[in-house]
């Protein structure tokens, strides 16, 4: 049986900054977060475009962190090995970004538009590294519901 988390929160309007937007960060020394799933969806009627990129550092001082427990466990039997937490909104000095984007997507301006990557293999995402859904140029990226689903 697969260990099988989800974490979600909504995401604050960002800086007009390119790479700015939430990131699932894994602090683990030795344990891997393999991303199976990345829910977007707008909570606002903007038009806003976005990135899915893995980050290196853990950046500081994010607006919002939501840190999974044993409730977000598919089977509610304990909190992520991990430690893996969710990082939402604006950030103080952004996570540094580590190489092209995998994924893009464009939203028209419509409260509830929104994607679903679903990947048949999943993201690996390293200890001490993380994954972000950013904004891919230097505009705002428009406050939407978040969610990460992973196996640990």
Do not use: C
């Not at 466990?73 to 990082?87: D, E, K, M, V």
């Not at 001490?128 to 990460?148: H, K, N, W």
Request: hydrophobic letters at 45%; proline letters at 7%.
């Amino acid at each position: 049986m697969s260990n099988r988390f989800s974490v979600s929160g909504r995401s604050a309007a960002t800086a007009a900054t390119a790479d700015q937007g939430s990131h699932l960060w894994n602090p683990h020394a030795s344990v891997s977060l393999y991303v199976r799933e990345v829910w977007v969806f707008k909570t606002v009627a903007t038009v806003d475009n976005q990135q899915l990129i893995r980050t290196t550092t853990i950046g500081t001082t994010p607006g919002t962190t939501v840190t999974p427990d044993i409730d977000n466990h598919f089977a509610r039997r304990f909190a992520p090995i991990s430690g893996a937490t969710l990082y939402l909104s604006t950030f103080a000095t952004y996570p540094i970004v580590a190489g092209p984007a995998l994924m893009r997507a464009n939203l028209p301006a419509a409260i509830g538009s929104g994607f679903i990557w679903v990947f048949s293999g999943p993201i690996e995402v390293p200890a001490g590294t993380g994954l972000a859904v950013a904004t891919p140029v230097s505009v705002i990226l428009q406050p939407a519901d978040i969610t990460f689903v992973w196996d640990e």
